[in-house]
Structure formats: structure tokens, C-alpha cells
């Protein structure tokens, strides 16, 4: 019932507003120049390892198991090619849509690395790509920065002539970062959607989906200190130029009492895994 005789807020455009407040505070703080890529120093986590390692990664083999050799496969926001090269390899054609230069290089480079070329790379964003329909859409940690939720979500199942594949996860993408963010500027982050404002945007739509929870992730380490550092600035929109401004010795200074030695490299103190689903449905 709507309360106080107002009609009850729609789940699209909350999550509209929240993307809007969680740019414009970023906006507010940064000194890094907002024009530049932000994936720059953050787009090797999003490539695929090895061919061993990426067909043990648990949302390729979730996504995997709803694609058929003669799928043609569109992989919004592909990053580096994480998901898009280890599906290409069992799939008729892979179109990977991703807005990214720093990604798009990555991944290009691997797939080349790897011998593939059935990956056509549309650099666009969703919302301005121009795409043929194909059978399965998968779309993974993406959907946290979209603005207009509905229209891109509407768009997904019009292209998808079989399959709908989104993972996100259940709490807040950025949370490892909150705490430094607070230590830095003194201030909360404000938190993107997930997965339950996924899940009353879909209601509202009228689709009807099903979720599986997948295995809790950790993201890979820092190889070390300094690629801490480098990550760090680009999460809190710190620039890079201008060596020893202020908020870049108090970076370093708070990195210091923030990073623990794990295997492989270094992790925030604080840094907890999170849970990915995936939400499908057919079309
Ligand atoms: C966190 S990365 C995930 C990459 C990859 N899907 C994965 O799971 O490894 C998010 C990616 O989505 C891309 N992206 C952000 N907004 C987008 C949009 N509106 N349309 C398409 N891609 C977008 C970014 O450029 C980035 O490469």
C-alpha cells in the first residue's frame, strides 16, 4: 500500500537515483581527470589466467552449462575476457560489448594469446551498442553502474533469442573498498545495487527469473604493495600525476596499516569474500 497517499517509488528508478548519488560522490572527491579509463590499472584482473584456471572459474561454469556449441553468445561488458574467451572456445561466435579501451586491449591480447578468433569486440557501451539478437546474453557484474536499469535490462531480453545469464553479486561489488574509502575522506561510500534491487526490478518488469547462488569469491591478491597502491588510487579517483600530492602520501601512509601478506600477494585487513548468483531466464 502506498504510504502517506503516495504512490509507492518504482525499484527502477531508486536504483537509478542510487547510481546517480553513488557518481555524484565520487565526483565530489576525485582528482584523477574523469574523462580518462578507469579500468586502466584494474583490467588484469578481468582476463582469464590460464585455460586450466578459467574452466574451474565457477561463473564460467554456471554461465557455460546454458550454451550449446552452435550458440552465438553476446557477453555485455565483457572486461578482459574472463567469461567471453573460455565460452568462445565451445561456442559458434562470441560478441563481446565492452566501453573499455584498457579492456578491450586485454582482452584482444589474450585472445590472441589463446589462438581464438570467433570474438567480434563492439567497443560500446549496452545502452549505444547496435547488435543482432543472439541465442544466450550473459552479462556479469556489470549491472551495478547502470543508470537506466529498466531500459538495459529490456534490452538484454529483446537480443536474446534463448537465454538471459546476469551474475551479480549479493552484497555491494565495492564493499572491500569501504573501509578505505572512510580512512581516506572521512565519509560512508554509498552503496550500489545488487542482487536484491536486481531482483525487484525484474518483478517490476514482469519477468519471471531463477537465481543460484554460487561459491563465495575472492577476488585475486595484489601481486604487491605498489600494485595495491596503483589499484587504490584508481577505486578512489586519485590522480596519478602530480607525484606526493597530499591524498596520495596518505594513501601510501594508510595502505601500510591496511595490507596483510596472503597467498599470492597482499589483501586488505579487513577484506571478506562475497557471494556472486546467478539470475537467468529464457525468452
Ligand atoms: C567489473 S567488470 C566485469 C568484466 C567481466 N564481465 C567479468 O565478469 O570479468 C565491468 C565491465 O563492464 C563494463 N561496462 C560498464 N558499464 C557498461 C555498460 N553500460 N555497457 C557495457 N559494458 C559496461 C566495464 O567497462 C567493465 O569492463
Given at each position: 500500500m502506498p504510504v502517506n497517499g503516495e504512490r509507492s517509488r518504482s525499484a527502477s528508478k531508486v536504483w537509478g537515483e542510487t547510481v546517480r548519488s553513488e557518481h555524484a560522490q565520487a565526483d565530489r572527491v576525485r582528482s584523477d581527470d574523469p574523462s580518462a579509463d578507469h579500468w586502466r590499472s584494474l583490467a588484469h584482473r578481468f582476463k582469464p589466467m590460464s585455460r586450466e584456471s578459467a574452466v574451474q572459474d565457477e561463473s564460467y561454469i554456471a554461465v557455460s552449462r546454458y550454451v550449446r556449441e552452435s550458440d552465438v553468445v553476446i557477453d555485455v561488458g565483457a572486461g578482459a575476457g574472463r567469461l567471453a574467451i573460455p565460452i568462445a572456445e565451445h561456442c559458434n561466435r562470441v560478441v563481446a560489448v565492452e566501453p573499455s579501451e584498457a579492456m578491450q586491449e586485454q582482452l584482444r591480447n589474450q585472445a590472441d594469446a589463446w589462438g581464438i578468433d570467433n570474438i567480434q569486440v563492439i567497443e560500446s557501451t549496452w545502452e549505444e551498442a547496435e547488435v543482432e539478437p543472439a541465442d544466450v546474453i550473459i552479462c556479469a557484474h556489470v549491472v551495478y553502474t547502470?543508470?537506466?536499469?529498466?531500459?538495459?535490462?529490456?534490452?538484454?531480453?529483446?537480443?536474446?533469442?534463448?537465454?538471459?545469464?546476469?551474475?551479480?553479486?549479493?552484497?555491494?561489488?565495492m564493499a572491500n573498498y569501504f573501509e578505505l574509502w572512510r580512512l581516506i575522506y572521512g565519509e560512508d561510500r554509498i552503496s550500489l545495487p545488487s542482487l536484491s534491487q536486481l531482483e525487484e526490478v525484474l518483478a517490476e518488469l514482469g519477468i519471471t527469473y531463477e537465481k543460484h547462488p554460487l561459491d563465495e569469491w575472492e577476488s585475486r591478491p595484489f601481486s604487491d604493495a605498489e600494485k595495491a597502491y596503483e589499484e587504490s588510487l584508481a577505486r578512489l579517483f586519485i590522480t596519478t600525476s602530480n607525484e606526493n600530492t597530499e591524498l596520495q602520501a596518505k594513501l601510501r601512509a594508510v595502505l601500510q596499516d591496511s595490507l596483510v601478506p596472503v597467498e599470492g600477494g597482499m589483501r586488505f585487513r579487513w577484506a571478506r569474500p562475497h557471494r556472486p548468483w546467478l539470475v537467468r531466464w529464457t525468452t
Open positions: 547502470v543508470e537506466d536499469i529498466a531500459g538495459f535490462i529490456r534490452k538484454l531480453s529483446r537480443n536474446a533469442r534463448r537465454e538471459v545469464l546476469i551474475i551479480v553479486f549479493e552484497e555491494p561489488a
